[in-house]
T-cell receptor
Framework: DVKVTQSSRYLVKRTGEKVFLECVQD?????MFWYRQDPGLGLRLIYF???????EKGDIPEGYSVSREKKERFSLILESASTNQTSMYLC????????????FGPGTRLLVL | GDSVTQMEGPVTLSEEAFLTINCTYT??????LFWYVQYPGEGLQLLLK?????DKGSNKGFEATYRKETTSFHLEKGSVQVSDSAVYFC????????????FGQGTTLQVKP
């Protein structure tokens, strides 16, 4: 069965903290994605990666960075968390065949105080 | 730029009512179109898709037809159930890229018994 897991379902952090969100997929997919989901705005792409050590900026990369050292793992890093980064963060993966769908993890709800 | 617009929610229906959730898109090329569903506390799942004009996607009683002339991909179901209560996202994806998706803002459906 297809599986994308995220390290935490809920996180509470303080302004200025460095935050790591981890995502792991077990489907040997080439592509991985990080989105944030906010009411009324849908999902917005932060970063994506189409191969190990490769990354590309999405629509809203400011304040975020990513790391992909292994094919199955894609990390989102908030270098210095701010209150406007309070959101739901969703990870997804897909194979290189772009006719295939993206598979999503359950999400991490992050609260920055 | 390319975008997806969905009807405002929430949509509240009684069980067995007919459902329509409108989705229109703006794109320079010929994108593939998707509907995703997010049940409470879960990530997104692909509900259905259509890859070219006049294609009809269908799954679990839901249908949507890719209308190039009206740039629309409206979601319909003839008789909704309480278990259909969820957030529905319309999305588009270009051919030839790494599988990036552009999402609409999401429409919340609540079905009452």
């Amino acid at each position: 069965d297809v599986k994308v897991t995220q390290s935490s379902r809920y996180l509470v952090k303080r302004t200025g903290e460095k935050v790591f969100l981890e995502c792991v997929q077990d489907m040997d997919h080439e592509n991985m994605f990080w989105y944030r989901q906010d009411p009324g705005l849908g999902l917005r792409l932060i970063y994506f990666s189409y191969d190990v050590k490769m990354k590309e900026k999405g629509d809203i990369p400011e304040g975020y960075s990513v790391s992909r050292e292994k094919k199955e793992r894609f990390s989102l890093i908030l270098e210095s968390a701010s209150t406007n980064q309070t959101s739901m963060y969703l990870c997804a993966s897909s194979p290189s065949d772009t006719s295939e769908t993206q598979y999503f993890g359950p999400g991490t709800r992050l609260l920055v105080l | 730029g390319d975008s997806v617009t969905q009807m405002e929610g929430p949509v509240t229906l009684s069980e067995e009512a007919f459902l329509t959730i409108n989705c229109t898109y703006t794109a320079t090329g010929y994108p593939s179109l998707f509907w995703y569903v997010q049940y409470p506390g879960e990530g997104l799942q692909l509900l259905l898709k259509a890859t070219k004009a006049d294609d009809k996607g269908s799954n679990k009683g839901f249908e949507a037809t890719y209308r190039k002339e009206t740039t629309s991909f409206h979601l319909e179901k003839g008789s909704v159930q309480v278990s259909d209560s969820a957030v529905y996202f319309c999305a588009l994806r270009y051919s030839g890229n790494t599988g990036k998706l552009i999402f609409g803002q999401g429409t919340t459906l609540q079905v009452k018994p």
